[in-house]
């Protein structure tokens, strides 16, 4: 009888606790709406970065031009026999490769022919533009806003690679 007596106490204490304490909160049972959609197969390529190479005529040039003209800064090289062939550039979160070219396919080759990279900044496109300008450069299209929502301008390097540099535009 003892035994029954300390457990109706001891149960009775529980119930006690369990209506003073804070309720607890208990996750939502996941439904298959709230899951991860379902991928189609075959799988689809999901890039996380991406770094273009642009072959250049000067390599020093192209080292100091995307350096002093843009604001990029050198995070690795790539030398040959004491000779600079290749540099990593970055800017924020893109990273831009600039290898020497090898002159393989002839001196006269044209560089750029056919491509763009559009960049985006959350910095202000104007004053970005402004500084380039001063350092010189001429833009082949000055800061406008795009029927898209971005507000752009365009520039084009040493050898011929075009880059236009957006940001969105204030709601």
Partial sequence: ??????????????????????????????TRAAARPVRKK??????????PGFTVSDIQ?????YRDVL????????????????????AGAV????????WKKG?????????????????DVDALAARIKARGVVLTQEPRDESWGMRDFALTDP???????GADLEK
Avoid: H, N
Avoid at 42 to 51: D, F, G, I, M
Avoid at 61 to 65: E, G, P, V
Avoid at 95 to 102: A, E, K, R, V
């Fill in 107 to 123: 001196r006269g080759r044209v560089k750029g022919e056919g491509f763009r990279i559009y960049c985006t900044t959350a910095q």
């Fill in 42 to 51: 075959p799988e689809t390529l999901r890039l996380r970065s991406a770094a």
């Fill in 61 to 65: 040039k192209s080292l100091a031009w």
């Fill in 159 to 165: 050898d011929g690679y075009k880059i236009t540099i």
């Fill in 71 to 90: 604001g990029f800064y050198p995070k690795d090289r790539w030398e040959s026999d004491g000779k600079l062939m290749g540099v990593e550039m970055a």
């Fill in 1 to 30: 009888m003892a035994a029954k007596s300390k457990a109706r106490k001891t149960g009775a204490r529980a119930a006690a606790r369990a209506k003073t304490a804070a309720p607890r909160k208990t996750a939502a049972p996941k």
């Fill in 95 to 102: 990273t831009f490769m600039l290898g020497q070219d090898d």
